[in-house]
T-cell receptor
Framework: RKEVEQDPGPFNVPEGATVAFNCTYS??????FFWYRQDCRKEPKLLMSVYSSGNEDGRFTAQLNRASQYISLLIRDSKLSDSATYLC??????????FGPGTSLSVIP | NAGVMQNPRHLVRRRGQEARLRCSPMKGHSHVYWYRQLPEEGLKFMVYLQKENIIDESGMPKERFSAEFPKEGPSILRIQQVVRGDSAAYFC??????????FGEGSRLTVL
């Protein structure tokens, strides 16, 4: 089993839609969780950290379920500029940082 | 406050030559990570270093690849006797002891 798995995608959604991405991780000792976005041929950039209580940043909401080892990202009112690959990232207790394979999102006019 | 600096941004090598990729972490960051991204694929962990120590190199190919992070100067990813399959984007990231990673813009290696 891969250490971090994500929805395979791609997701093609119209502007204004709500889209949800799912991620699971295998190491129960993982300590920190993040969502990054990567635009084509660019470096990954932090979108948001994920906290146990869940957290929201504008149109983006992240949830963490430690018991199920599951992380989610919800994007509301999708914009064209949201088109990118979204990466689920897990940092283990020994500081190894693992990226999921990514889920591609295309927001269509 | 400069971010993570990688150079060269683009490197072309012929098969059998050596490639050296450099990464200067953000100021105050002591943790450096190297990732490789093949075309149309995800980021693959290669190695995690702290100053003068390799902490985890489980993602490094057993041969031809090496990494260092000396007491002074940037972290270096070295690929000896490059082959076409080494063509990829190599991203470096740095962090504090905890928290998120900050990435450089990457070094794109092309092997002819």
């Amino acid at each position: 089993r891969k250490e971090v798995e994500q929805d395979p995608g791609p997701f093609n959604v119209p502007e204004g839609a709500t889209v949800a991405f799912n991620c699971t991780y295998s190491n129960s000792a993982s300590q920190s969780f993040f969502w990054y976005r990567q635009d084509c041929r660019k470096e990954p950039k932090l979108l948001m950290s994920v906290y146990s209580s869940g957290n929201e940043d504008g149109r983006f909401t992240a949830q963490l379920n430690r018991a199920s080892q599951y992380i989610s990202l919800l994007i509301r009112d999708s914009k064209l500029s949201d088109s990118a690959t979204y990466l689920c990232v897990v940092r283990t207790s020994y500081d190894k940082v693992i990226f999921g394979p990514g889920t591609s999102l295309s927001v269509i006019p | 406050n400069a971010g993570v600096m990688q150079n060269p941004r683009h490197l072309v090598r012929r098969r059998g030559q050596e490639a050296r990729l450099r990464c200067s972490p953000m100021k105050g960051h002591s943790h450096v990570y190297w990732y490789r991204q093949l075309p149309e694929e995800g980021l693959k962990f290669m190695v995690y270093l702290q100053k003068e120590n390799i902490i985890d190199e489980s993602g490094m190919p057993k041969e031809r690849f090496s990494a260092e992070f000396p007491k002074e100067g940037p972290s270096i990813l070295r690929i000896q006797q490059v082959v076409r399959g080494d063509s990829a984007a190599y991203f470096c990231a740095s962090s504090l002891a905890t928290g998120e990673l900050f990435f450089g813009e990457g070094s794109r290696l092309t092997v002819l």
